[in-house]
Nanobody, 123 residues
Framework: QVHLVESGGGLVQAGGSLSVSCEAS????????MAWFRQAPGKEREFVAA?????YYADSVKGRFTISRDDAKNTVYLQMNSLKPEDTAVYYC???????????????????WGQGTQVTVSS
């Protein structure tokens, strides 16, 4: 059983930067592909970014967000730059044993989820 804990959310002004982290425990981290999803108020949860053999991004964050991982620390990061008010959401970390080519944006492919961390971007 993998346990995921996000941290680093907060309030930032539009145009600013913020980094969120997700630390995993209870599994062999290097075997998991990791992803970030987000859910804005009144909206469906959506894919943001994933990292496995390579990185993947939603079009809405491409060029602004960077996903990375430190396997020695069992941690995945999401660096968010040039933030916009529409980036306001609860950000969730997720883990899957899928690797290689898989439907990285499909939530059902992720067996483990964190509790989420709030990111608020003011205009």
């Amino acid at each position: 059983q993998v346990h995921l804990v996000e941290s680093g959310g907060g309030l930032v002004q539009a145009g600013g930067s913020l980094s969120v982290s997700c630390e995993a425990s209870g599994g062999t981290f290097i075997f998991y592909s990791m992803a970030w999803f987000r859910q804005a108020p009144g909206k469906e949860r959506e894919f943001v970014a994933a990292i496995g053999w390579r990185t993947y991004y939603a079009d809405s964050v491409k060029g602004r967000f960077t996903i990375s991982r430190d396997d020695a620390k069992n941690t995945v990061y999401l660096q968010m730059n040039s933030l916009k008010p529409e980036d306001t959401a609860v950000y969730y970390c997720a883990a899957t044993t899928y690797s290689g080519t898989y439907a990285y944006a499909r939530q059902q492919n992720y067996a483990y989820w964190g509790q989420g961390t709030q990111v608020t971007v003011s205009s």
